[in-house]
């Protein structure tokens, strides 16, 4: 039924393909209480994605796979989709994760970075629009310092001997394809990793006025980053890291505090354009 009312939740998690063979959130995290699934709801931009609805932490939270892309729905659309979901939900802490590419020659398949700023290399987001539409986006800083440092702290936790970035710059391309060489060289000039899941995420994030941040996992060099990446590695770090993956990340929305004590709300600012 995708007439249904949108259930209130605090919290989301925004699945993307590091977490993508784990079962989120019931599988992961043993504090986590399934309250329903399969959660599927109207939205300007069509039928939304399916959504679990859980319980971590005395908070309720939302989970959707994949970013919510499917077959026969654009990307900006679905993301359109997931944050209107997100918005009415009253959703204000949001934490994703996904599989990236590295453009930076000291990154390898298996490592750990947390971002912290982005470059948007897309074409074909934008058609639809924002969501609430009401403030300006400043993104002097943004992605969430708290989410940040909730998802460092777990990784720390969860993954002790495992390579983790502090710091880095996604820049995100169209998809789905993957980058030639030549698009490659030219991307490493402007960041550290590259993929497909990051915008418009971070910035729709903060026009439903939520924070966010996020997990991402090394799964291959860029094209003529270090050599030739290979799909049998690629396919390991997808299945035998999803689970970790999935546990830092809900580890880190369970340890999120319930205020705003980041800074992210100011921010976003009143529009002058009325």
């Keep these: 039924m995708s007439g249904r009312p949108v259930p209130s939740a605090t919290r989301a998690v925004i699945g993307g393909s590091g977490s993508l063979a784990a079962g989120l959130p019931a599988d992961v995290h043993p504090d986590s209480t399934v309250l329903e699934t399969g959660l599927v709801f109207d939205t300007p931009w069509g039928e939304s994605p399916p959504f679990t ?23 900006g659309r679905a993301s359109r989709q997931v944050f209107s979901v997100l918005h009415r939900a009253g959703v204000r ?22 971002v912290d700023d982005f470059v948007d290399m897309t074409t074909d987001r934008d058609r639809y ?22 998802l460092l702290d777990a ?29 490659t060289r030219h991307l490493q000039m402007l960041g550290d990793v590259v993929g497909q899941s990051f915008c418009p995420e971070v910035w729709l994030a903060r026009d439903i006025d939520a924070c966010y941040a996020g997990l991402y996992l090394i799964v291959n060099y860029g094209e ?21 993956v999935g546990r830092i ?9 319930a205020d705003a004590d980041c800074g992210c709300r100011d921010l976003r600012k009143p529009t002058l354009l009325t």
């Design 129 to 150: 629009g924002v969501v609430a539409g009401d403030h300006l986006l400043i993104m002097r800083d943004p992605v969430c310092p708290t989410g940040r440092q909730a």
């Design 53 to 75: 609805l859980f319980e971590l932490g005395g908070q309720r939270a939302l989970h959707v796979a994949m970013h919510g892309w499917r077959k026969g729905v654009s990307r």
């Design 249 to 257: 990340v809900l580890d880190a929305l369970a340890a999120l505090p």
């Design 224 to 244: 003529g980053v270090v050599r030739d990446w290979e799909h049998e590695v690629l396919a390991r770090h997808f299945h035998e890291d999803a689970a970790l």
């Design 93 to 114: 802490r949001i934490l994703s994760d996904a599989g990236v590419g590295s453009l930076n020659r000291l990154l390898d398949p298996g490592d750990l970075v947390v």
């Design 155 to 183: 990784a720390r936790r969860h993954a002790p001997d495992r390579r983790l970035f502090t710091r880095g710059t996604y820049v995100v391309t169209e998809g789905p394809r993957f980058e030639s060489p030549a698009e």
